[in-house]
């Protein structure tokens, strides 16, 4: 597992000294969220009731934002070459990149995105279910990214399919989170949707390895 911790280690010290994808996907979130009440109208009321699912929204498509970028620097710099002729498996180097975004992009998001929300009149005692249902969608967020980050890896335009991958991937996470922080799906409030979330999270960590891994191995071929 050392090589594992290593190449997560050097994935995060390379994103934060680079911090070019936080600050992107930030400053879209922050724009986003600004230009909302442009486009619906100021009304506090009606900002307040949609705010939880604006800003999984803003949340979503800001990660997406930096998908294409998890795979595709380490292949035009040659380095991904050799991280798949190296001696760590593929499935755990794939799991570490993930990680690496999770870590760097999805979870300092997840954690700004609430707060951010009550400049949508998002009301204060929804922000730590809010926070708590994206810190753990956020993570799903990530590890489906990268699938469609390992399958464009080798695309001059793989930005432009990104979305077309991800998104379908990324409903159940929506519908699901935006329940979590609101509580709108049953009487038990938003535990029950909370457990699903945490659920498609375990699952696609399952998941995830292979089919990274499958992606590159096709595209090494």
Not at 203 to 216: G, K
């Amino acid at each position: 597992m050392t090589g594992f911790f290593t190449l997560l280690r050097r994935d995060l010290l390379l994103m934060f000294r680079q911090g070019g994808s936080l600050g992107a996907a930030l400053s879209f979130m922050l724009a986003f969220v600004v230009m909302i009440p442009l486009a619906i109208g100021p009304d506090q009321v009606t900002l307040g009731r949609l705010a939880p699912g604006l800003m999984w929204l803003a949340l979503l498509l800001a990660v997406l934002l930096t998908t294409e970028r998890m795979f595709q620097q380490d292949h035009e710099d040659g380095s991904l070459d050799l991280l798949a002729t190296g001696e760590l498996p593929l499935e755990l180097t794939c799991l570490a990149k993930a990680l690496a975004h999770w870590l760097s992009v999805s979870l300092p998001l997840a954690v700004l995105a609430a707060p951010v929300g009550i400049l949508l009149n998002l009301q204060t005692g929804r922000i730590l279910p809010v926070m708590l249902a994206m810190v753990t969608g956020s993570f799903a967020l990530s590890l489906l990214a990268s699938v469609a980050g390992a399958v464009t890896a080798g695309l001059r335009r793989g930005g432009l399919v990104v979305p077309l991958l991800v998104l379908p991937l990324y409903v159940p996470v929506l519908i699901f989170g935006i329940a979590a922080s609101t509580g709108d799906l049953g009487p038990s409030g938003s535990t029950p949707s909370l457990l699903v979330l945490v659920a498609i999270a375990l699952v696609a960590l399952v998941i995830q390895p292979w089919a990274a891994a499958a992606a590159l191995r096709a595209y090494f071929r």
